[in-house]
Nanobody, 126 residues
Framework: QVQLVESGGGLVQPGGSLRLSCAAS????????MGWFRQAPGKEREFVAA????????HWADSVKGRFTISRDNAKNTVYLQMNSLRPEDTAVYYC???????????????????WGQGTQVTVSS
């Protein structure tokens, strides 16, 4: 079982930037794809982005493509989500997620997640 702890959320003005971090422990981090999801008030949780076990493949939701960047540091067991040009509609609780099986393509995480973090709030407002 993997444990995931997010950090880096907060309040930011429209057009601003934030970087979320997710520290993982409990299994071999470098064997698994990692991803980010979000859930806005009154809406279902939605996929944001995912990165393959080695960082070589990325998968994005159309709503964030070109504005958000996902990356990972396997030496630090950490995955990041750099969010630029933030919009009010990006306001949500952001969840880190770990894949359910090793060495899969990141697209698999759209529908199959093994573990979730507790979430971190991101609010975009002036």
């Amino acid at each position: 079982q993997v444990q995931l702890v997010e950090s880096g959320g907060g309040l930011v003005q429209p057009g601003g930037s934030l970087r979320l971090s997710c520290a993982a422990s409990g299994r071999t981090f470098s064997n698994y794809a990692m991803g980010w999801f979000r859930q806005a008030p009154g809406k279902e949780r939605e996929f944001v982005a995912a990165i393959s076990w080695d960082g070589g493949m990325l998968h994005w939701a159309d709503s964030v493509k070109g504005r958000f960047t996902i990356s990972r540091d396997n030496a630090k067991n950490t995955v990041y989500l750099q969010m630029n040009s933030l919009r009010p509609e990006d306001t949500a609780v952001y969840y880190c997620a770990a894949d359910n099986a090793p060495f899969r393509t990141p697209a698999a995480m759209r529908t199959d997640v093994g573990s979730w973090g507790q979430g971190t709030q991101v609010t975009v407002s002036s």
